[in-house]
């Protein structure tokens, strides 16, 4: 069973100001370590479920998790944590998000 974790949900002018979500998931297992990914998650104007992006590891194969974003002009500041130790801050620009989205 995949679990799905929502972290926090930016608005996005990009994105005809639809509200976006970076969830985390914890699917696969390889060599008895857990495979954290990562999806962008688009809803509508009534908070409906739009899309769920492409899959993708934040910075290494292994337990990583986002925790947090930020709208900005340009963007999403995400929080995130690393192998439950270390917790960082990385912007991700709107043309990144695109390419994970089928944004029109």
Do not use: C, W
Request: zero cysteines.
């Amino acid at each position: 069973m995949m679990a799905i974790i929502l972290s926090a949900v930016a608005r996005l002018s990009f994105l005809m100001a639809r509200d976006i979500a970076l969830v985390h998931s914890a699917p696969m297992e390889y060599r008895g370590a857990r495979l954290y990914t990562h999806h962008f998650v688009l809803f509508n104007k009534d908070l409906q479920l739009a899309e769920i992006g492409r899959p993708f590891f934040i910075e290494h194969h292994g337990v990583e998790f986002a925790a947090g974003n930020v709208a900005q002009q340009d963007g999403v500041v995400t929080s995130y944590a690393v192998g439950d130790r270390v917790t960082r801050l990385m912007k991700i620009p709107n043309v990144v998000i695109e390419k994970f989205l089928s944004v029109e």
